[in-house]
């Protein structure tokens, strides 16, 4: 194989599993059922006038299924971490005792599990737009190879080994998405 269309190759590839990791972190986020560290990664706290991520600013355990346990390490934290918890908006209500903040995760309606599906749906078609596109850009550029002079059975070989890549991709964005739905629909 053509060293140009090699290395067109190797990107379309990267740019198609860091399309597919970025997706696994996403699904990590959307709760299902289960009590999860992941779950508390989007909230900020007010760090003396910064704002920082939680997890920058103490230890989170899930001492079982359903709980969460915030751990500051400066006590006078307390209090701005579960106000953020609060304000993050996920459906919790942080406990305060005083030396940490527990959180205890409700179970799951029928009503939000079918929309944390549709969640994870949609998540997984961004991923799968930006693995097209990123086919779409490596058979752009063969295309250009073929114009500077790289033989023609070369670039149509580089693309039907794209467009494998592309199904082997989109083979794992329907297994994740597959996964977290039997995730949040089992009880």
């Known amino acids: ?7 067109l190759y190797d990107e ?15 699904l990590l986020k959307i709760r299902a059922g289960k009590a999860s560290p992941q779950m508390l ?5 007010d760090y003396y006038g910064t704002m920082t991520l939680l ?3 103490s230890n989170i355990n899930t001492p ?7 751990q500051p390490w400066e006590k006078n934290m307390l209090a701005p971490i ?11 209500n942080p406990q305060n005792d ?28 961004n991923c799968k737009v930006s693995i097209r596109t990123a086919r779409r850009e490596a058979i752009d550029s063969g295309k250009k190879l073929e114009k500077e002079g790289v033989p023609e059975d070369d670039v149509k070989r580089f693309e039907s080994d794209i467009q494998e890549l592309t199904n082997k991709f989109s083979q794992m964005v329907d297994a994740l998405l597959e996964t ?4 949040i629909m089992t009880i």
Do not use: C, W
């Not at 079982?64 to 915030?70: K, L, M, Q």
């Not at 579960?82 to 919790?92: D, H, Q, S, V, W």
């Not at 903040?101 to 994870?120: F, G």
């Open 64 to 70: 079982d299924p359903r709980s969460i346990v915030v």
């Open 180 to 183: 977290k739905e039997s995730d």
């Open 98 to 125: 005083g030396t940490l903040i527990r959180i205890v995760v409700p179970p799951l309606t029928e009503e939000r599990r079918k929309d944390l599906v549709k969640k994870s749906k949609a998540e997984a078609e």
């Open 41 to 45: 990664d989007s909230v900020k706290v």
């Open 1 to 7: 194989m053509n060293e140009e269309i090699a290395f």
């Open 82 to 92: 579960e106000k953020a918890i609060m304000a993050a908006n996920l459906g919790f």
């Open 55 to 57: 997890t920058q600013i």
């Open 12 to 26: 379309a590839e990267e740019k198609m599993a860091n399309a597919v990791k970025h997706l696994e972190r996403e």
